[in-house]
């Protein structure tokens, strides 16, 4: 399981980076949902702000 922010996973699109920030990629949360199926991960929704 991997966990993301509450922001990220409600985001109409989700942008990456490399490590060395030389350039972005962008995917609509249907193609980030997808990826993270491909590579067999679910999900857990962390939110931070529930927290206080």
């Not at 409600?10 to 949360?29: G, M």
């Amino acid at each position: 399981m991997e966990e993301i922010l509450r922001g990220t996973s409600e985001a109409v699109v989700v942008n990456f980076h490399p490590l060395t920030n030389t350039a972005t990629t962008a995917l609509d949360q249907a193609a980030f949902r997808q990826v993270l199926a491909l590579l067999d991960r679910e999900p857990i929704v962390v939110d931070f702000g529930a927290l206080d």
